[in-house]
C-alpha cells in the first residue's frame, strides 16, 4: 500500500466539519467565557437528552470522571472496587489513587467485557462499587452486573470511555447504572479536541456531589463543602463536541457499517473476530482482532502502510504498578493482551482503504 493510512482519521472529520467547528470557537472567542461558559450547559443538557439520563456533568477527562464518580460515592481508603483487568490503566488508576484496592475478576475471552458471572464470588465485606469497562465499544453485560449489585447494595459505575452512542438492550450507554463515565479524548467516537469527559447519572444527590467535586467541593462560591479537585471541561472543548454532535449519528452508522463489513471480509481469516451480542451493539472505538503471532502480523501491516495498535499489551494485575497474584491467574485476560490487535477505524474510513487494510491483514495473517 503506497499512501500512509491514518489510525483514526480526524482530518476527514474536520473537513466535513469545519464550518460548524469554526463558528462555534468564534462564538465561544467572542464571548469570552472559557470556564463554565454557556456551551458547558449547552452540551450537558444535549447530552444528557441522548443518553436519557437525568443529569450529565462534563469532566476535565475519562480519567477525572472515573475519579469524581470514585469520590461521589464516598471510597475510603482499602475499599475494594471490583473491576477488569484487561483495560486501559486508568479504570484501576483512580481507585487505587483514592486508596481503594482494584479487585480483578476475568473476562468474557469473546468480547473482552468483564465475565458478569464472575462477579459475586468477589465480593468481601470491603467490596464498595462494581466498575465494568464497555470495552471496544460495546457495552458488558450491565444488566448482569446490576443484579448483583442490586443484591449486595452496591453502586456500578461504567466505565464507558470507549462506548458512548452505543445501545445495550434499547437504552444507551452512559445511562445503565449508579454512573456511566465517558471520555472525549480525540480518537473517542465522540471526541474533542484536547481533554474532556462527562459523567452521567440520574440521582440527583450524587449529581450535586459531582458538580461539587468538580469544583473543589464547593456548593457555593468559596463554600467548600467537601474536599474536590480542579475537574471542569472549558467552554472550547464543549463547543467542539457540540459541533461534533451533528452529525454524531451518521458517524454511528457508518462505524456499524464498517463494523459489520470488517467481520464480513474477514469471516474466515486465520484470526478471532470479537463478538457481539444480540441484546447491544459495539460503535467500534477500536476495531480489534486476535491473532497469533501478534508482532509479525503487526510488523507486516507496517510494511504494507497499515497504522495498528495494541489495547492493551499487559492484563493490568502483570503491570508494574497494579501487579498482584491475589486472584491467581486471569487466563482469558491474560491470553487476549497477548493476541489483540485493532485495526484502522473511524467513520470516514472509505471503503477503499478498508478493502486493502482486509487484503493486507489476510497476508499478514497467512504468512505468520
Ligand atoms: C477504558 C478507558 N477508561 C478511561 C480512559 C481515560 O480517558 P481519558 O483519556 O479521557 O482520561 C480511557 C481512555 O483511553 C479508556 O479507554
Known amino acids: 500500500m503506497s499512501n500512509p493510512l491514518p489510525f483514526v482519521d480526524l482530518k476527514s472529520q474536520y473537513a466535513a466539519l469545519k464550518r460548524s467547528i469554526d463558528a462555534r470557537i468564534q462564538r465561544v472567542l467572542d464571548h469570552g467565557q472559557y470556564i463554565m461558559g454557556p456551551e458547558v450547559g449547552e452540551l450537558e443538557a444535549k447530552l444528557a437528552d441522548y443518553v436519557g439520563a437525568r443529569h450529565c456533568i462534563t469532566v476535565a477527562s475519562g480519567t477525572e470522571a472515573l475519579l469524581i464518580g470514585l469520590m461521589a460515592i464516598g471510597l475510603q481508603p482499602a475499599d475494594e472496587v471490583i473491576t477488569t483487568p484487561f483495560t486501559f490503566a486508568a479504570t484501576a488508576e483512580m481507585i487505587v489513587l483514592l486508596g481503594g484496592v482494584p479487585v480483578f475478576v476475568d473476562i468474557e475471552p469473546d468480547t473482552c467485557n468483564i465475565d458478569a458471572s464472575l462477579i459475586e464470588a468477589a465480593i468481601t465485606p470491603r467490596t464498595r462499587a462494581i466498575m465494568p ?7 458488558a453485560d450491565m444488566d448482569a452486573i446490576n443484579a448483583v449489585a442490586a443484591r449486595h447494595g452496591l453502586p456500578v459505575i461504567e466505565d464507558a470511555a470507549q462506548s458512548f452512542g452505543a445501545s445495550y438492550r434499547a437504552r444507551k450507554s452512559c445511562n445503565l447504572s449508579t454512573f456511566g463515565c465517558t471520555s472525549f479524548f480525540p480518537s473517542k467516537p465522540l471526541g474533542c479536541y484536547g481533554d474532556g469527559g462527562a459523567i ?3 440521582d440527583d444527590a450524587l449529581a450535586q456531589a459531582c458538580r461539587e467535586i468538580r469544583v473543589h467541593g464547593q456548593s457555593a462560591r468559596y463554600t467548600h ?4 479537585v480542579g475537574g471542569r471541561m472549558d467552554t472550547l472543548q464543549c463547543a467542539i463536541v457540540l459541533a461534533k454532535l451533528e452529525r454524531f449519528e451518521w458517524e454511528l452508522q457508518r462505524r456499524h457499517e464498517l463494523g459489520a463489513r470488517y467481520q464480513a471480509l474477514l469471516d474466515g481469516a486465520a484470526l478471532e473476530l470479537l463478538q457481539v451480542r444480540a441484546d447491544r451493539d459495539c460503535v467500534w472505538a477500536q476495531f480489534t482482532v486476535s491473532v497469533d503471532h501478534r508482532d509479525a502480523v503487526q510488523q507486516a501491516l507496517r510494511d504494507a502502510s497499515v497504522p495498528t495498535a ?6 493490568l494485575h502483570r503491570q508494574p504498578a497494579y501487579a498482584t497474584d491475589a486472584f491467581g491467574p486471569l487466563p482469558s485476560a491474560e491470553r487476549a493482551a497477548g493476541r489483540v490487535l485493532s485495526l484502522p477505524m473511524s467513520a470516514d474510513l472509505s471503503e477503499l482503504d478498508q478493502d486493502r487494510i482486509v487484503q493486507a ?3 499478514a495473517v497467512d504468512g505468520a
Open 133 to 139: 469497562v464497555s470495552l471496544y465499544g460495546q457495552c
Open 200 to 202: 452521567f447519572t440520574s
Open 361 to 363: 491483514l489476510r497476508r
Open 225 to 228: 463543602t467537601r474536599v474536590g
Open 310 to 315: 495494541v489495547h492493551y499489551p499487559r492484563a
